[in-house]
């Protein structure tokens, strides 16, 4: 197939790339280097140093012996969003392209209305782009488990059977998410469903749970093939994190009482959830919603399988929470649909020993402990995070 993978130079999207390449798939990445910006902002960076993406080019062509189209530029130009699906004519297209932090987008009113315009308007302009040129064009698009916050019911995949006054339909499943980023999210599920609805467009909506890990079989073969690793308060997410504490004997920072139980997965089931969903394609008309998890676990587990994992001497620090959020809730969600097309999970408890402490020890030496404080407030319309991103983006 020929897949071309939005947001193909970041965490997620690279190795992404990478995987559908190795497998046989002509792919092109589109990029416009937003997530090396924001490291400038903030004054950080990957733990694990990356290469440029032309290198990374390179080095997958030298490694390979496959090629990868790279088209630079910004979904939220519709003009270039046009030009490219026209010119690289994907048959799916894998959208990674969104600013993805909430407390990114919780930082002021212009990290906020820059999270929501850029991620609304990019995967606006990627559904018109499909809708003039061709329908029939799979959109893979990377949603997240958060859209769904914590209800006290289960949570479904995408939809709910709704019976009201002797009634029943069928729904999309009630929404209550805890910031501004995961907000854009419902919105574009949204958007998507209308597309699909209205223009008889092929989507499937992955909600996502929190990827840790920094190691595919294909980024591992090359320096200049690594994907990022962010451990920082702004980026870094909750078991990323908590690993690179352990490594340099930083306390494992718990916001809250910890009780707070999210969806994981491993990098690596993230790229092939990817391949199954561009190779089972939704049918047209269809938008198809799956909750892209293997295990769950709450702050307050994930701290102790670290510290039991790491050795002695780790420490747990309660730090007071930064967010608004539910701290101790019902959990419970779906998430069969990706199994039944085949998923082989990877389980955190190995993935932990064999490859991320070794990874964050290796590392350490470049460790910013300044970076784990948690510096963005649920609960003030302004926090000193870096310049305001009306300036930043401009
Ligand atoms: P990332 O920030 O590392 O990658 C996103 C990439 O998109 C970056 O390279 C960035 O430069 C690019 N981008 C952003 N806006 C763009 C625009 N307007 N035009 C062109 N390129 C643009 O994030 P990631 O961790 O790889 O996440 C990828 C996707 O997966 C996001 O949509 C995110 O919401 C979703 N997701 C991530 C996680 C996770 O744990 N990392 C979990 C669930 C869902
Ligand atoms: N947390 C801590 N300590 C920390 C960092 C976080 O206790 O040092 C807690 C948070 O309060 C929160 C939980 O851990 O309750 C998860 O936080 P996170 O920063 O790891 O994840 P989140 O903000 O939800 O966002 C990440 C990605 C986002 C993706 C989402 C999937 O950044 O792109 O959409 O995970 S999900 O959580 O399923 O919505």
């Not at 010119?87 to 969104?98: I, K």
Request: aromatic fraction near 8%; proline fraction near 5%; charge should be negative.
């Amino acid at each position: 197939m020929r897949i071309l993978v939005l947001g193909g130079d970041g965490y997620l999207g690279w190795p992404t790339a990478l995987h559908l390449s190795a497998v046989g798939h002509d792919v092109g990445v589109v990029d416009n280097f937003a997530r090396r910006r924001y490291d400038d902002e903030l004054g950080t960076t990957s733990l694990v140093p990356i290469a440029s993406l032309a290198r990374r080019i390179a080095a997958w062509r030298a490694e390979s012996g496959h090629s990868l189209e790279s088209y630079v530029g910004d979904l939220t130009d519709p003009v270039f969003v046009h030009q490219t699906v026209r010119r690289f004519g994907p048959e799916a297209v894998v959208h990674f392209a969104e600013q993805r932090s909430a407390p990114y987008s919780m930082v002021d009113q212009a990290h906020a209305v820059y999270t929501q315009t850029n991620n609304v308007v990019g995967t606006l302009n990627v559904l018109f782009a499909i809708a003039e040129l061709d329908p029939a064009i799979h959109l893979v698009k990377l949603g997240s488990m958060g859209e769904y916050g914590t209800p006290d019911i289960d949570i479904e995949e995408g939809w709910l059977e709704v019976h009201h006054k002797g009634r029943t339909d069928r729904m999309l499943y009630p929404k209550r998410p805890g910031s501004f980023y995961h907000l854009s999210k419902v919105h574009d599920s949204h958007n998507l469903e209308f597309a699909c609805r209205v223009w008889g467009l092929a989507a499937t909506d992955l909600n996502q749970g929190i990827v840790y890990g920094q190691e595919t079989e294909e980024t591992r073969g090359h320096r200049d093939l690594l994907t990022r690793f962010d451990y920082d308060a702004v980026f870094g997410t909750v078991l990323n994190r908590m690993v690179v504490q352990a490594a340099c004997d930083h306390p494992l920072t718990v916001y809250g009482s910890g009780g707070q139980t999210r969806g994981m997965l491993d990098i690596r089931d993230t790229v092939e959830c990817i391949r199954l969903a561009c190779e089972h394609p939704a049918a047209p008309g269809e938008f198809r919603v799956f909750n892209q998890f293997t295990e769950e676990f709450s702050v307050r587990a994930i701290a102790s399988m670290i510290q039991a994992a790491a050795g002695d001497g780790v420490r747990v620090q309660t730090v007071p929470n930064p967010r608004v959020e539910a701290e101790d809730h019902y959990y419970h969600a779906a998430h069969s649909a990706l199994l039944d097309l085949g998923l082989q999970p990877h389980h955190l408890q190995d993935t932990l020993v064999e490859s991320l402490l070794a990874i964050a020890r290796r590392h350490r030496s470049h460790v910013d402990p300044s970076l784990f404080e948690p510096s963005v407030q649920w609960r003030s319309t302004a926090s000193p995070v870096g310049p305001r991103a009306s300036e930043f983006v401009a």
